[in-house]
């Protein structure tokens, strides 16, 4: 009798199958709470559910059942079926499916290729072109794939902006693919939809939109420079004409446009040559390291930074260049300076004012004494230089500087040698503040209904003031929200998306088709390497989805669009050679006039800085940029370039500030100067918004100035990435985007402590043989001068005769690093890390100095007091005038693989062994982990695995490693092989054909990302290779000689280019 | 008495100090040292000692297990300091095992008698010391369960050990020792374990300790042949007691870690090592005659001529710490001349403080006729002695590495509860080890004692 009323009442909740249908259109209902507690009073013994709508009989959740098992669904038949057929249906279903039904079930193959694809050799990894988009820029990539794998990232020799380099955002961008918290599929207010669902719901608010004439609709990207997406949002502005498009990249700067439109009356694009230039002076600006076509402008730098003993081709026979950088913090590119001055942010204008002054063109800027003397060097120095000279100004510095720097490369005729100006690179250059000012305005006067974002997270990086959070959430006085609709595409489910209506999984882009302009206008196709892993739709897809044809694929649209711009005959051959060749030929702009418009005259007066006052920089992070890349672990691990931090941000102030402040580190025994510091904690609050941060002292920062990067402190970022840092966008007001200036009475002591893992505290050789540096004059003078401080052993004393008695007949690999042409940013890191299958090991364990990387970045200061005086620890804390403003240099050390290595002779059991081409192999089945290896190595690169770091389980991580190298276990040594496995499959290659390796048939994963060529492999017995050539150099020296280890890693002293009149002052 | 002291190792000297307390005969001694083992029962203090040992015995069975669960991360060292209290450890406990065989081995072929006494336990005090040693090396290696690839043998890949690697020195030198050290001891067992078999009180006594005695009936022949093996074996062990600690000085002398590559190692370990391990028996000895009433048999005489082996062994060490300064800076190496500054103004510089006062300012005590016989402060002085020598191997294995070649890769050490739990686990298990050792077996040579009573009373005849 009991089952027969449950029955009668179920019959009566469950609505007919022609509401359903009706309910498709309908918008989603808040959950009724009282009909789910109306149904469990009126249940008896054991109920179960699968959601509260369930219990609720939420019509949308039904429909949802529905529609993901629609065999099983009565309601999408026409006949009737009773209550019982439909549960056991359901169950089976359920049973079977279980509620895995949200992904794919995986495709597997039994047999493996019964009909092998074109090209593809089972065990041979497969290259494709592709390209990066990254802000106003694109790299162009060639992506290394194993069975239909992408695993490793390169450089694409023939793209503009790589040169066949990458950078650390490149390669960390594979892992970026594979990360396990991306969103995986689209979502409605938290509840997964399917991709017909988001279809049908986004043409229907395309249909009432429409009769609007898209009233209410607003877009909100960051920069677009691609040509597909700007074509669907111009297709998308004139099918809805009333609607707008607001731009907003939170970490690059409006000063760059805005300093053309200043200029020139009209928004330019910049491209620089730096190859050309004799003398180049850097007004705040990170140009090898950030901003767009960083990495080709390091090759071209650095071209000019080479010094060849025998021959000039390399640097095309033209002596080495001149940088001088004027910066408030220290940059990659400020390190790599033969001249660096330290000026806060907003004396920089003055400084750019006073340059144009001095150069006659009219204003005046105030300078110290000091600082007017320096100018007066290098504008002499420039002068010397008519139209081979560079000056470049920084993306956070405002529009007036970049002005006044394009009107000082005016003058020294410097445009159409050392630059050039092309049409803009981005599809619709915008002031990115104002854009979003007003969208804010628009919101705020309930002009917007609907607001698509796409890809980027306002809500984490609008300014404070803007409270965009405060735009979509629920107001309690509005009883409701201010947009109705808000809809979000981006790659994680992030602090936006939780206030968002839909979001959108975005697919990566190694999974879809797109397109994207370089720094020169040159156009690449993106060019998938897998199908989206997850349910995740592309930009274009999405913005598809609102206009007439929804279902326009990504990759017919680039065609198209292909199609249209190059109408030759055989398109399919122009297709194939631009997926090849990774660009479309002929799309670099050309170089266009310019007319300057600007007075440097005409300016107001400048702020001018009250050293009473510390100035708060806001920068991206140089590992995570503006957060995008929070949740990227290898990212979050590798040591920032100059402060050698790891997965922290921190407020980085000057030695001297700290010492007024009172900031001070200690070491603690636990990690020490390899691993953990103990930093103040200091309140922070700026523009009425506070923030805590740990204090790290810089040395060669400005004194006054703060430096809050920006990136960390993400809340909804993923496993990785949430929680780590502080977040300074907190602090970061719509009117000090850049530089917010305050008395530093802001900042205060917390009294807490607050632990930093740095892998590199310890700044001073020591007066040891390990970083040997000159300058041009000296080595002019006396070439050999690297090797003035050596104290050689005498190799026949030794009992190890090496080479004399085993001979490295075939081949002798070598790897040659310049130090004139490492600036410290990173890339070789990374690549390493990909190519090698290195671990993560996460904060905790960097603080323990156990970071696994194979190939590090030393960073020493020059001229510093040592410890071994006694009177400095080597700690920045510590203040000595010479850390306002030292010689900062980097070194890569990799496994220096020594002919008479001291790890092979005390491993016990001959898991180290030496090879017959001079290689220090590792073999990891025989090691026993006793770690005498390390203790014994002298330059300390040996890793090991202290516990299981490599993660095992996650499958997403399963289809990345290289399938060439061991994933290690733990209680195993490794360490920097040299690519072994290029080695070997080279040598294979090479033997097949019965011939020597070529000289550079192989390249080492650092030596191929490396942007600057500072790193160079090959074959010492052949005395053509390039290495040979690098080692004949007298430049050529062995880290600490003395040893007798004899490495075959040697380094090229770094050669300084200082301007004799700024040295003798 | 000190005013007048009598000249060392007169007969008058020796008569105030025996080497046996008076009055005994055969029979007391035997029944003395028997009873322990056989009819005295055993004190509530036994059984807390026994309880509180075996709980850090069981504290390192739960560390040793957690390392094989997780890794030797959980311990403190890192990249640079490869080695932390595993080889710490490992080293202190090999230095204390040296004191038995030297006594027994050493002492023997010199014709010391008043080795006698002390003898047995200082052996079995060397192989509990050396079992302890033995598992620092097996757990410290990342990948445990592969450790016997140290062992040579006959691998169907055709695989060695690397025999130019200490490490593999190390493995021959310590299980000789181990193996040799066990001969010894249950050589010189065999007659007293058939005195235990022939007073035994139950039938389950008399069976183990008859198996034991493998048939001892105590005959001539019998007496024959087990002097010529314990003369051979003693003969056997002498030389161990230089060469392991010898070849562990290796490990650190064959590296070229400042610090460690100095050519002074050997024969500065092995005076250290003496001179922890007498610490050690000195440690043990004055408990154990306490506790037992044992002072007729391990007297004044001995604990003086220990105090005195420790002076002198203390004052070899004093020179290897001397000459390993004055070398580094003689030699004008810069990486010996920043090792020496770093001892004295590193981070770490307390710790070498703390190890000149244990190992040479404190023991210099020891010069006194009087504070060598207040047993009180003899204890406490080896209690210094040890720490001392713990110390100077924690200076020696981790600071060496903390701040090596590459400044850059300078780093710091700190233990973490693990390496704690793992260290006071295995005293915890040396303890134990001794206290069973004790209740079962004659901890003085009861047959050796005889010879001794014959002797004497000979003597005062």
């Known amino acids: ?117 074109d090209g593809v050799v089972p065990g041979n990894p497969q290259f494709y072109a592709t390209a990066m988009p990254f802000g106003a820029d694109a790299i162009g990539l060639l992506v290394e794939s194993h069975e239909g794998r992408p695993t490793k990232i390169e450089g694409n020799p023939d793209h503009p902006s790589s040169l066949g380099a990458t950078n650390v955002f490149a390669q960390a961008s594979i892992l970026d693919l594979y990360d396990p918290d991306r969103a995986q599929t689209a979502t409605k207010a938290g509840e997964i939809q399917t991709w017909s669902q988001f279809l049908d719901a986004a043409q229907s608010l395309a249909s009432t939109l429409r009769a609007t004439r898209g009233e209410g609709l607003r877009i909100l990207s960051g920069i677009i420079n691609s040509p597909l997406l700007a074509a669907d949002l111009q297709n998308l502005l004139t099918l809805y004409p009333m609607a707008k498009w607001h731009q907003w990249e939170p970490a690059v700067g409006d000063g760059t446009r805005e300093g053309t439109k200043l200029a020139f009356g009209n928004y330019v694009n910049t491209v620089y040559r730096p190859e050309n230039a004799e003398v180049i002076l850097s007004l705040d600006s990170d140009f090898l390291a950030s901003g767009p076509g960083n990495v080709r402008y390091m090759r071209e730098f650095y071209r000019r930074r080479k010094l060849d003993q025998f021959n000039g081709a390399d640097r095309l026979g033209l002596e080495m260049s001149r940088l001088y950088v004027v910066e408030p913090t220290p940059s ?68 007036e500087v970049h002005a006044l720097v394009h009107v000082v490369n005016h003058a020294l005729g410097n445009v159409g040698t050392t630059l050039y100006y092309t049409e803009p690179v981005e599809a619709h250059p915008v002031n990115h503040l104002d854009s979003l000012r007003e969208l804010c305005a628009d919101i705020d006067a309930g002009k917007v209904t609907t607001l698509l974002i796409l890809g980027v997270n306002p809500v984490y990086t609008a300014p404070h003031d803007f409270d965009f959070a405060s735009k979509l959430r629920f107001e309690e006085k509005l009883k409701g929200k201010k947009i109705e609709t808000v809809i979000q595409v981006s790659p994680h489910f992030d602090e936006t998306s939780q206030y968002c209506d839909w979001h959108v999984a975005e697919s990566h882009y190694l999974e879809t088709w797109g397109d994207a ?175 805590t941060a740990a204090a790290w002292i810089l040395p060669g920062q400005a004194e006054g100035v703060v430096v809050l990067p920006l990136g960390y402190g993400r809340k909804k ?75 050689l052993p005498l190799i026949n004393d030794s009992l190890y005769k090496g080479e004399a008695e085993f001979p490295y007949k075939r081949d002798k690999w070598a790897m040659a690093i310049d130090l004139n042409s490492c600036n410290g940013c990173n890339a070789c890191v990374i690549a390493c890390q990909a190519e090698n299958n290195i671990a993560v090991v996460g904060k905790e364990q960097v603080m323990r100095g156990r970071e696994m990387h194979w190939i590090r970045v030393d960073r020493y200061y020059a001229n510093t007091l040592s410890a071994a005086s006694g009177k400095s ?15 900062t240099f980097f070194q890569p050390v990799p496994c220096q693989q020594c002919e008479n290595a001291p790890c092979e002779q005390v491993c016990p059991v001959g898991a180290t062994v030496h090879s017959a081409e001079g290689l220090n192999d590792m073999v990891y089945q025989r090691c026993v982990g006793t770690r005498y290896c390390s203790n014994n190595c002298p330059y300390k690169v040996r890793r090991f695995n202290f516990l299981r770091f490599q993660d095992w389980e996650t499958p997403q991580f399963k289809l990345m490693r290289n399938p060439e190298v061991t994933v290690r276990s733990r209680g195993v040594m490794e360490k920097c092989s040299y690519c072994v496995q290029r080695i070997d499959k080279a040598r294979i290659e090479a033997d097949e054909k019965n011939q020597p390796v070529a000289d550079g048939a192989i390249a080492t994963a650092c030596e191929q990302a490396c942007p600057s060529q500072a790193i160079v492999f090959g074959n010492a017995n052949d005395p053509n290779s390039r290495v040979s050539k690098l080692r004949a150099q007298q430049r050529n020296y062995q880290i600490m000689p003395e040893l007798n280890s004899r490495p075959r890693t040697t380094y090229l002293a770094a050669v300084r280019n200082p301007n004799p009149e700024l040295e003798s002052a | 008495m000190s005013a007048s002291q009598p000249p060392i190792d007169s007969p008058e000297i020796r008569r105030l100090t025996p080497v046996l307390g008076p009055g005994h005969t055969f029979g007391s001694v035997t029944d003395k040292i028997s009873s322990i083992v056989l009819t005295r029962p055993t004190s509530f203090g036994w059984y807390i000692g026994f309880a509180l040992s075996f709980g850090f015995t069981a504290l390192m069975t739960i560390a040793i297990g957690w390392l094989f669960t997780k890794g030797v991360g959980i311990w403190g060292i890192n ?119 022939d007073h035994a009180t139950t039938k389950s006594k008399q069976l183990i300790y008859g198996m034991l005695a493998m048939g001892w009936r105590g005959s001539v022949r019998h007496w024959h042949r087990y002097q010529s093996a314990y003369l051979l074996l003693a003969g056997l062990a002498t030389p161990l007691v230089l060469s392991v600690h010898s070849v562990i000085s290796f490990d650190f002398a064959v590296g070229i870690v400042p610090g460690w590559h100095t050519t002074i190692f050997p024969p500065y370990f092995v005076a250290g090592a003496i001179y922890s391990g007498f610490a050690m028996v000195l440690s043990i000895a004055i408990p154990l005659r306490k506790a037992y009433g044992l002072e007729d048999f391990i007297t004044m005489r001995h604990l003086d001529n220990m105090a005195k082996v420790m002076l002198a062994t203390g004052l070899i060490v004093a020179y290897g710490y001397f000459f390993e300064f004055f070398l580094s800076l003689y030699s004008g190496n810069k990486f010996d001349v920043f090792l020496v500054q770093q001892r004295l103004h590193g981070p770490y510089s307390h710790f070498y403080y703390a190890l000149i006062l244990c190992n040479i300012v404190l023991p210099q005590s020891l010069w006194s006729y009087r504070l060598r016989h207040n047993v009180v402060f003899l204890f406490l002085m080896s209690l210094v002695v040890n720490t001392g020598m713990w110390l100077e191997r924690f200076v020696i294995v981790v600071i060496s590495l903390t701040r090596d070649f590459t400044p850059s890769a300078w780093g710091r050490y700190q233990p973490t509860f693990w390496d704690w739990a793992t260290f006071t686990g295995t005293i915890g298990f040396f303890v134990m080890l001794l206290f069973l050792f004790v209740r079962v077996l004659p901890a003085i040579s009861i047959a050796e004692m005889r010879e001794l009573v014959a002797e004497t009373s000979e003597e005062e005849k």
Request: with cysteine.
């Open chain 2, 79 to 197: 990249i640079p300091i490869g080695w932390g209290f595993a080889i710490v450890n490992f080293v202190w406990w090999i230095g204390i095992g040296h004191a038995g065989t030297l006594i027994s081995a050493i002492l023997f072929l010199l014709n010391q008698k008043w080795r006698t006494s002390i003898n047995r336990f200082a052996e079995a005090m060397t192989l509990f010391a050396v079992a302890c040693a033995g598992i620092f090396p097996l757990i410290h290696t990342g990948r445990p369960w592969m450790a016997y690839y140290m062992f040579p043998y006959p691998s169907t890949m055709g695989l060695w050990p690397q025999f130019r690697s200490p490490l593999i020195w190390d493995v021959f030198a310590v299980s000789t020792y181990g193996t040799v050290s066990l001969l010894f001891w249950f050589v010189g067992l065999i007659p007293d374990l058939a005195t235990l078999r």
């Open chain 1, 332 to 399: 990659v590119t400020g390190s790599s300076a033969d001249h660096r001055l330290p000026l806060r942010s907003v004396e920089i204008e003055q400084f750019a004012r006073a340059l144009a002054a001095k150069l006659g063109l009219g204003g005046s800027g105030k300078l110290a004494h000091d600082t007017e003397k320096w100018l007066d060097a290098v504008v002499k120095d420039l002068k010397k230089y008519p139209r081979r000279s560079l000056v470049v100004a920084g993306e956070q510095q405002p529009a």
């Open chain 1, 517 to 691: 302009r370089a720094f020169d206008g040159t156009v690449s196709v993106v060019q998938p390497l897998i199908a989206p892993l997850y349910r995740t739709h592309s930009v274009h897809e999405v913005l598809a989805a609102f206009t007439d044809k929804p279902g326009l694929s990504a990759y017919d649209a680039v065609r198209d669009q292909l199609k249209a711009a190059n109408p030759s005959a055989d398109f399919e051959k122009f297709w194939r050679k631009t997926l090849n060749d990774g660009v479309v030929a002929g799309t670099a702009f050309a170089p266009i006039n310019v007319s300057l418009k600007f007075n440097p005259a005409s300016l107001s007066p400048a702020k001018e800085s009250t050293s009473g006052e510390l100035e708060f920089l806001f920068r991206p992070d140089p590992s995570i940029y503006d957060g995008r890349f929070a949740n990227n672990g290898w990212l979050q691990e590798l040591p920032k370039p100059v402060t050698k931090l790891t997965w922290d941000n921190a407020a980085l102030v000057s030695p001297k500030t700290a010492e007024k402040l009172g900031l001070t580190h200690s070491i603690p025994s636990r990690g020490g100067e390899h691993g953990q510091i103990l930093s103040n904690v200091v309140d922070i609050s700026l523009s009425g918004s506070k923030v």
């Open chain 1, 1 to 117: 009798m009991k089952r027969m009323s449950d029955q009668a009442q179920h019959k009566e909740d469950r609505p007919s199958p022609d509401e359903h249908l009706d309910n498709v259109s309908s918008a989603h209902r808040p959950l009724d709470l009282a009909a789910v507690r109306a149904q469990l009073q009126s249940k008896t013994g054991k109920q179960y559910w699968r959601t509260l709508e369930e219990l609720a009989c939420d019509p949308d959740f039904e429909e949802l059942l529905h529609r993901e098992f629609p065999r099983q669904a009565p309601s999408e038949w026409d006949d009737s079926v009773d209550r019982r057929d439909f549960l056991r249906l359901m169950a089976a279903s359920l049973a079977l499916a279980g509620l895995s039904g949200c992904g794919r079930a995986p495709e597997q193959y039994i047999v493996p290729y019964v009909k092998q694809p």
């Open chain 1, 717 to 791: 970022a993923g496993y990785t990435g949430t929680n780590k840092g502080f977040n300074a966008y907190v602090v970061r007001a719509s009117n000090a985007l850049w530089a917010a200036s305050a008395s530093s009475s802001v900042i205060r002591k917390t009294g807490d402590d607050y632990p930093l893992a740095c892998t590199q505290y310890h700044f001073n050789m020591e007066g040891r043989h390990i970083l040997v540096s000159g300058t041009l004059d000296e080595y002019h003078k006396n070439p050999n001068f690297a090797h003035e401080h050596e104290e």
């Open chain 1, 873 to 887: 620890t080597g700690d920045p804390s510590e203040y000595q005038p010479a850390l306002d403003n030292p010689d």
